[in-house]
């Protein structure tokens, strides 16, 4: 055994360990996993790989309206889904028709359509659309039910929908096969599966964050076809669409 004496005088040691070296060994303990990740094992929830094998199972050409309701305070969680999502979409042959009910919204879609889209024959106006940012939360929601037009009359950069091939024959939710919404807070999520899911009878999808997920759980599967919860999600659902993203990076 070790005398009291030595343990004394090395705990005193170890308290005179100059704080830059322990900062020293902090920064080598973060930066070797993200330099050389450990690779730790990822296995899909049931959750996230309900919702992969629902968007698989929509037929080539269906249209997918995707929901960017959130803020770059929570892209670090948000965004890899989308852009996950986006490339299983575009490699199933889905035409996408994205809008915000969350003014930064508009920006991080178009941020993910175009880096989704790099590998991809798609064109913008044909396979896929961003509608922009709309205020008003369920009582847009509610309008898309009767009318897209009536609350997204032009597209993010002002061009009129009657231009744009994709939105000619797309009028309001009885034209929409499924819903994603990625959800930061209100309005967000819950709107979506009480109108677009409960009034309409349209499938939805959803992405949230981590502190968002146990709230939202419940609603899965009856009145959510999947949920991806937080970067954990995210980086599920990379692994399901054969891309080690920015999620996966993270986990």
Known sequence: ???????????????DIDRRVIFV????????PLVWPIGLSL?????????????????????????????????IELGPMSLAFLKQCFRKGLKVVGLALWPQGAQLARTSFSEAAEGYDVRYGVDYVNLG???????????????IRASFPV??????????????????????????SL???DPGLPFWIMIAQGRYGRKVGGGCTAVSAPMLYPYFPNQL???????????????????????????
């Open 1 to 15: 055994s070790v005398p009291v004496e030595a343990r004394r005088s090395l705990v005193d040691r170890l308290k």
């Open 43 to 75: 296995k899909a929830s049931p959750p996230a790989r309900a919702l992969f094998n629902e968007v698989e199972s929509l037929p080539r050409g269906s249209i997918v309206l995707m929901a960017f309701d959130y803020d770059p305070a929570t892209e």
């Open 225 to 251: 076809v999947g949920l991806l919860g937080g970067m954990k999600g995210a980086a599920e659902y990379e692994l399901l669409v054969g891309e080690k993203g920015p999620a996966t990076r993270g986990m």
């Open 183 to 185: 959800s930061a807070g």
């Open 133 to 147: 940012f709309k205020a008003g939360g369920i009582v847009v929601i509610d309008s898309l039910g009767k009318n």
């Open 155 to 180: 597209d993010v950069d002002g061009k009129p929908l009657s231009e744009l091939p994709l939105m000619k024959s797309i009028r309001n939710f009885a034209d929409i096969d499924f819903v994603m």
């Open 25 to 32: 060994f902090i920064a080598v303990a973060v930066i070797i």
